[in-house]
């Protein structure tokens, strides 16, 4: 098994906070040699994760033991909860609903079918509204489209199966946002 | 009738030194160490539980069913 890194991953994690989607964070907890290759990259700063991101991993585990350890792995300070209040929600909703729309208008002009997750548009709008210090990592690359997002850089993992299996890493484009914003023409304006 | 959804505006923060949130940095030295090794342990524990399930037909442990 083995971590490889594209050639800008060190580089573009330095100083920036890790937004974890439910992908990556559930890899972490499943393999430790991804994880103790993760917090060396990490330096002095946590991963941050969104209550959305908790509930996907902590739902649908049907061994109690296996919750508690779950529970226990979010309680450890290399995982940071980020803030959750009423108005947080509510700007959060206001993008989602914003990029919604932008995603089915540029879907529709590349022919893509389908739509991304609840969760994964939510998460798209946190990452939206908490500033540029901030990456998203997450192997469903395709609900953060190019035209919103940038790739900074990949990280992949050898399973123990032998699959590989990669992450992006993403910021938000206020520029590239910008002018999706606009070609909405009028809709959200 | 107005469409109150078409006066939408995004919620962005366009500079690094405008952060919507400060997190503190993370623990250092022994203490980090330590929560290092805690979850490593857990990770192993975890795969403990998956490796049990696999090789046990009826595994404990089934709040349902």
Known sequence: ?189 | MTNKFKNLKPYIVRTSENNAYTIPKLVRGEKRDKMISEMVELIKENKKIIDDLKSSSKPDGYLFG
């Open chain 1, 1 to 189: 098994m083995g971590i490889f890194l594209d050639e800008n991953f060190k580089e573009s994690v330095r100083g920036k906070y890790c937004l974890l989607d439910n992908d990556f964070l559930g890899a972490l907890f499943n393999d430790n040699s991804l994880f103790l290759a993760m917090k060396d990259l990490l330096n002095d700063y946590p991963f941050v994760y969104d209550n959305l991101t908790s509930f996907e991993f902590l739902r649908d585990i049907y061994v109690p033991s296996q919750i508690v350890l779950r529970e226990k792995f979010l309680s450890k300070d290399l995982l940071f909860p980020l803030s959750d209040h009423q108005e947080i929600y509510t700007k959060t909703q206001t993008n989602a609903l914003i990029l919604s729309k932008i995603y089915a208008q540029n879907n529709s002009k590349l022919n893509q079918k389908g739509s991304a997750s609840f969760t994964d548009i939510f998460l798209a709008s946190r990452l939206m509204s908490l500033g540029s210090k901030y990456l998203l990592i997450t192997g469903n690359k395709k609900d953060f489209p190019n035209y919103i997002f940038d790739t900074k850089g990949i990280i992949t993992n050898e399973e123990a199966s032998g699959a590989l299996r990669s992450y992006s890493l993403l910021s938000f484009d206020p520029d590239k946002f910008d002018k999706c914003f606009k070609e909405l023409g009028g809709v959200g304006n």
